[in-house]
Every structure is written in C-alpha cells, then in structure tokens.
C-alpha cells in the first residue's frame, strides 16, 4: 500500500509540475503573440506595411486648450491643409482618434482631465506636445500650470512656439510620421499595443 | 440610490445630468457645463470653469509692465491687441500721459480693429462650424490669414503680437504693411458679403437661431452682458464712443443694435461690426498722420536707437528702460475699452515700484457666463451649442 | 447727475459712512464705504441713482504696505442709462474679512464674488452658490493672497541634476493615481 501511496504521489508532483511548466509555457507563447501581428515569420516587413499604414491615416483628436488650438485650427484649414498628410478628421471622441495634439497650458484642474482623454484613446495612440506651455511649462511657471505634460502623459515630439506656427506644427506632424514608420515592425512598435 | 423590490434601482430626481465639456468640440476652448435635462429640454444648467487657469494676475505682480505685455496677449487669446491696448491706456493713466502722438494713437486703431475682425472672424467660422455649417469654417480662416500675415510683418509674430507699448506702438509702420493693410480692406468686404450670402437669409441658419437664448434688455443690463450681446439686446452703448480713447472720436463709424437679443441677432450685430472696423481702418489709413509712433517722454519709452551712439542721456534712459523698467506712481485705475467680446479693461493697482502691486482683468467672457447659462434654462441641448457660439466666450480670459 | 452731484448726495445720505470721496481729474467718481454700510449704499446707488450695470468686482490684498486694513473689495458700477461711473471701496480686517453679497442687486455679481472666496478667502455672505470658481474644489489655500508663494519651479539642466531627480518624484505621485 505504502507504495502505491507513493506512486500516486509522485504522479501526482509529476502533473502538477507538468501542468505549471505547460502554464509557464502557455505564458510565454501569449506574450509573444499578444502583439501577432509582430510576430509572425515576416515580422519586420508585415510591421513595417502596417506603421505606413499608420503613419498615413493619423487621425487628431479634438484637444484645444488655448492660444495654440488657434494654430492647429489654422493647420487644419485650407492654406496648410494637415488633410493632405493624413490628418482628415479631427474626432471629437477620443476613441475613434490615434493622435492627441495637447495644444495650449495644461492647468493644475485640467490634467486629471488630460489623463483620462489619454486613457480612453486606443492603443496604439500617440502625444504631440504643441507648444511652449505644454512642452515645459512655457512663460507660466507658477502654480497653477503644469510644467510640462509630459509629467502627465507620454510625449512622442514637442514642438516649440508660442504659439508655432501651422507651418511648426505640419513639420512635427512629419516628424511623427517619420518616427512611426522608423519604429514599425520593431520591439517599440509592439510596445505601444501591448 | 436606492432598489425596488424589483431590483430596480430606484430614481432619485427627474432630471437626467447630462456633463458637457470641457473636452468638446463645441464649447469653445476648456469650459464645462452640467446640464440637468428633462427629455431633451435643458432645466438648468450649471457652469464650471478654471481649466485653464493660468495664475498671469499673481505672475504679473513679480514682472516689470513691459513684461506683463506678452502676458496679456494670452489672456483674450483671439483679438491680442486689445487686450494690450487695455493695459497700457491703464499705465498710461497711472502715469499722468496727457496724450501720445497722433500716429501712435492711428496705428493703435490700426491693429485693433484688425484684432476685432479677425476674432469675429474666429466667432463666424466656429458658431457656423457648431451649427453644421462647416464652409464658413473654411472660408472665414482664409480672410483671417490675411490678417496674419499682416501681423507678422509689423511685429514678427502672427498671433501674440505685443506690439502696443506704453507710451505708443513697438515699431513704425511700413510702407509695404501699409499697402498690405490697404489691399485687405479691399478685399473685405466682398467677402463678408459672401459670408453674409451663405448664412443671413439661410432658413436652416434662420431656424436654428432665431428665438434662441433671447435675453432683454434689463436681464442684459443686470447680468453684466457687455459688447454685441448687449448690444443686440437693444441697449447702445460702445465704449469706443462713449468714453473715446486713442483718438477713436475722430473716426465716423456706426454702432449696429438689434432689439430681440437673440442668437441671430448677435450674429447680425457683429457681421455690422465687421464692416464697421472696415470703415475704421480706411480712414484711419486715408489720414495716417505722419510723426513720431511713441511717446517722446525717454522715461516711458525707448529712445531711437541711432540716438545711443552719441547722446550719453538716450544711453542712460536706454539702460534703465531696459534693466529696470518704467517706474508707475502711486495709484489705481481702470480704463474701459471696447473688445472684440465686449468691455475690456485692466485694474491696475501701483505701489510706485516697476511692477504692477495687483493687475486685474476684468474679462467679458467671465463676467457673461452665468447669463449665459441663464439663457440655457427652457432650451433644447442643440440650442446650448449655438448659445455657447452666440456669446463667444474664450477660455483664456475667463479663467485667467 | 454729474459725478460731482452723485457724491454729494451720497455724503449727505450716508455721511460718516462715506469715509472718502473724490471725483478723480479723469471724471472717475470714486468713495470708500465701511463695510457696516456696503449694503445700505449699494441699494441706494442701484435704486435711486440708476447704477444698472455692474462692471467688476476686484480684491486687493495690501499686506506688503502693511495698510490696516489688509484686504480691499473695489465695485466698479457704471449707469449705462445715464452714463455715469462710481468705484467703491470697501476695507476688510484680516481677521474677518466678510462682506455682503450684491447678487439680489445684480446679477452679474455672481461670478466675481465666488472668485474673491476662491482667490482671496473673503467671505461673502448672502450668495447663493458660494464653491471655489476657478480653482480646483480641493485646492487648498487661496492664490491671490501675497503670502502664497507662486510656486516657481526651478528648470532642470544637466549641472543640476539634483533637480531632475526631484521632478523624476513628481512623476511618482502621478503614477500613484488609480486611473493611471
């Protein structure tokens, strides 16, 4: 009996440590492929048609705080049209949007606010920080404005001005574009959805 | 809350709470209403502003006047000088200024009157965009690129132009600004014309804002509305002709009122208006004064610089201009003036020291909210937008 | 009326109350009121003396002139039915600096009276919705008084990299909250 006792047990041990290594095993099979679409044999190439995909259909969402909304209402109209660069709509709702133009001083009050926006955009999302004030604070450094809202939510670029131009504000758009199709089809790119 | 024996919960008040803002695109910068609705009809509607609330009245207590200057073009954010202006009629006063030259006070006019077109010109093409008429949109910005350009070419900047000192204006006016200026009066007027073509007589325009957000005239007057929305609710009073300032009595132009105080007519008041700043400009382009652009007082305003070379007093009051600032006597004081969005004036008050001891806006967008959301109450949510458009409020001076 | 007229009537209604008039070179019109008094005078220059339109409200704190008293509330009314102007002053203590509303007189006192409670802490009596107005509602503190520092921040460069590892633990806090 003391035997079969003992076998039962070793069987035992034996499934469990074969259920946790086939957990384990599970587990890393899942991350690798919770970003699939980076994952597969033509990862680099697959990734890379998709951030051109991306980078070409940046929708903004609607975040115009001051002086600078001004700017990138000009950016969207018709003598630097941000259409022709992919920017076609401005989606007031921040979950049909991919890109957030923080455009203007973000005050102590608004950035619970700017966080939760941030929140409910879907991966993959990216942050222009327009702007003096919303780069590092700008002119305010004072109570009342945050210096920077990179202290907030992650930036991708910054473009200075105050406010910049249309002009500044299309070639940081560029500039995103470019860093999107650099980063596609890498560990970075994978990132930003994971 | 409570549950039924249902397992219902149970409703604690009739009225459905319905928050607006301040991400929207429809309220007009960061501003954020609750609105308690019953169906679709608006019961009351309680406003929530101070997102973006900038602290430049306790910053400007720490920074010489010349420095306060940049400040205040971010207060009104949509017409600068105005808001400039304001500020240094108000140091002038302090200061005991009798009078600046002719053509200080021209150029003055000049580029407020720009700045008002160019906010309405904001105020039309976003009110249309609210209320689905997105050409204007379109349209509106074009003529205001004009007006940006001729910004940056006087002062530099195409928005924040600081270009109104105490004591006159920063640089003179170029021959080439002059005919840029010229040739957008030119062009004006056929274009509001067009505006005008798209919207007045249009009857989706003439339903969605006639009869909405009425106001009368003693509600106007006791809720402190100022500018076109009191204007439009019958009462005609503009500060540019009742207390005249920068020689704005030397120019004929007419002050549009309307009698119902509705949305349409605020929208018919400041299309007038527009024009009106057109009429402004020409003639104060027609009789351009020649002569110095600022004060020749070297105690307020910078000497000419070739004067730096060789005269040894333009270098000294060069020097403390620049390092320390123009020295404000004693005293308090407030000039009202006439903005794009209605009365504009700072309260300013001097410890004889060359900062300002308490520097004050006194904003028409702060001071109009809670009639506006007065006006909310009985409405439908889709009239709430186009009240919001009709005040045109802007964040930047509200919140401060 | 002219300015002249206005004050004085009121220095002959109200005498001592009335500390201080003056019509200023510019035409401005401007007295001083004991508080005690505010709401007799504010009536007054509402009903009988057409002040329709009430312009602003401002508070002044005068602590750096070490003025007694601390604190100063300013109306700015003009009658735009009959064009006239008047500025009062109002002195608060420091130890209790409330003063009566003016909502029931004018409306568009609504506003300005809830920033002089955000802003300075003055109590004003008699509002109906009396909340912090631009600050946040748990701020803690009341900006505009001289004493509440403005919170500069000094600007983190590379040789002065204490600094950054400071702002790095401003960071910390923000991740802290849950909807992060």
Same mark, same amino acid.
């Given at each position: ?100 133009? +923080?455009? &203007? ?5 608004? *950035?619970?606010?700017?966080?939760? #926006?941030?929140? $409910?955009?879907?991966?993959? !999302? ?32 910054? +473009?200075? &001005? ?5 002009? *500044?504000?299309?070639?940081?758009? #560029?500039?995103? $574009?470019?860093?999107?199709? !650099? ?12 | ?400 | ?180």
């Amino acid at each position: 009996m003391g035997l079969m006792d003992e076998a039962v047990d070793n069987v035992e041990t034996e499934i469990n440590n074969l259920k946790l290594n086939a957990k384990e095993a599970l587990d890393q099979l899942g991350a690798e492929f919770s970003g699939a679409v980076y994952d597969s044999i033509l990862t680099t190439k697959l990734g890379k048609v998709v951030g051109w995909a991306q980078k070409n259909a940046l929708w903004p969402a609607t975040f115009g705080l001051a002086c600078c909304a001004i700017e990138m209402m000009a950016m969207a109209n018709s003598r630097w049209d941000s259409a022709r660069f992919g920017a076609e709509v401005f989606r007031a709702s921040p979950r049909q949007a991919d890109l957030m133009i +923080v455009s &203007g001083r973000v005050s102590q009050k608004m *950035a619970p606010v700017l966080k939760r #926006i941030y929140n $409910q955009m879907p991966e993959p !999302k990216w942050v222009i920080a327009m702007g003096a004030c919303s780069s590092c604070g700008g002119i305010f450094n004072n109570y009342a404005i945050v210096q920077g809202v990179d202290r907030v939510v992650p930036v991708d670029v910054y +473009v200075p &001005g105050c406010p910049p131009g249309p002009e *500044a504000l299309l070639y940081g758009v #560029i500039k995103l $574009q470019e860093k999107i199709l !650099k980063e596609a089809g890498s560990e970075k790119a994978r990132q930003r959805v994971a | 809350m409570g549950v039924t024996e249902q397992g219902l919960l149970e409703r604690d008040k009739d009225t459905m709470t319905l928050n607006m803002g301040p991400q929207h695109p429809s309220t007009h910068g960061v501003f954020r209403v609750v609105l308690e609705m019953d169906g679709e009809i608006v019961r009351s509607a309680e406003p929530d502003i101070g997102f973006l609330h900038t602290g430049i009245e306790k910053t400007a207590e720490n920074k010489r006047y010349v420095h306060c200057i940049p400040m205040t073009d971010r207060l009104d954010y949509l017409s600068p000088p105005q808001n400039n202006l304001a500020f240094c009629l108000t140091v002038e006063r302090l200061l005991g200024l009798k009078e600046l030259p002719a053509r200080a006070d021209y150029l003055r006019v000049i580029m407020c009157e720009l700045g008002r077109i160019g906010s309405h010109l904001v105020w039309l093409g976003t009110h249309a965009l609210d209320i689905g008429a997105m050409t204007v949109f379109l349209y509106a910005w074009r003529e205001r690129e004009m007006i940006l350009d001729l910004n940056e070419m006087i002062s530099g900047v195409r928005m924040m132009t600081s270009y109104i000192r105490v004591g006159g204006v920063a640089k003179d006016a170029t021959p080439q600004w002059l005919d840029g200026v010229r040739k957008f009066i030119d062009h004006v007027p056929a274009k509001i014309d067009e505006y005008e073509s798209l919207l007045t007589n249009n009857p989706i325009w003439l339903d969605r804002t006639r009869g909405i957000g009425t106001m009368t005239k003693e509600d106007a007057l006791n809720w402190s509305m100022s500018g076109p929305v009191l204007r439009a609710s019958g009462i005609d009073w503009d500060w540019r002709k009742k207390r005249p300032y920068s020689r704005y009595d030397e120019f004929k132009f007419d002050v549009p009122t309307q009698d119902h105080g509705d949305v349409y007519d605020r929208y018919l008041v400041r299309m007038e208006e527009m024009r009106q700043s057109r009429e402004i400009i020409k003639q104060a382009l027609d009789n351009l004064p020649d002569g110095p652009y600022k004060i020749e007082d070297n105690k307020v305003s910078l000497p000419p610089r070739d004067t730096l070379h060789t005269s040894m007093e333009s270098l000294i009051h060069h020097f403390k201009l620049v390092s320390d600032g123009v020295k404000v006597p004693k005293g308090s004081a407030y000039v009202p003036t006439e903005g794009a969005r209605g009365e504009v004036g700072f309260y300013i008050v001097s410890d004889g020291s060359n900062t300002p001891y308490r520097m004050k806006l006194r904003a028409p967008s702060f001071m109009a909210i809670p009639g506006m959301c007065k006006m909310m109450e009985g409405s439908f949510i889709a009239d709430v937008v186009a009240i919001i458009g009709s005040i045109d409020i802007v964040m930047g001076e509200v919140d401060r | 009326m002219t300015n002249e007229e206005i004050k004085e009537q009121l220095e002959a209604t109200f005498g001592d109350a009335i500390t201080h008039a003056e019509v200023s070179p510019h035409g401005e019109c401007v007295i001083r009121v004991a508080v005690e008094q505010l709401s007799a005078v504010m009536e007054d220059l509402k009903q009988n003396k057409d002040f329709d339109y009430l312009s602003q409200i401002t508070g002044v704190d005068y602590l750096e002139q070490d003025r007694e008293p601390r604190f100063d509330v300013v109306y700015e009314l003009f009658s735009l039915t009959k064009d006239r102007h008047i500025r009062v002053h109002v002195g608060l203590p420091e130890d209790e600096p409330t003063i009566p509303s003016v909502y029931h007189l004018w409306r568009g006192a609504d506003f300005p009276e809830r920033e002089l409670f955000d802003m300075f802490g003055f109590n004003v009596t008699g509002h109906p919705n009396m909340k912090r107005l631009i600050m946040p509602e748990g701020w803690e503190g009341h900006p505009l008084l001289k004493d509440y520092p403005l919170t500069v921040e000094e600007i983190a460069f590379s040789h002065n990299p204490d600094h950054k590892s400071e702002l790095i633990k401003t960071q910390e806090d923000v991740k802290a909250d849950p909807w992060a």
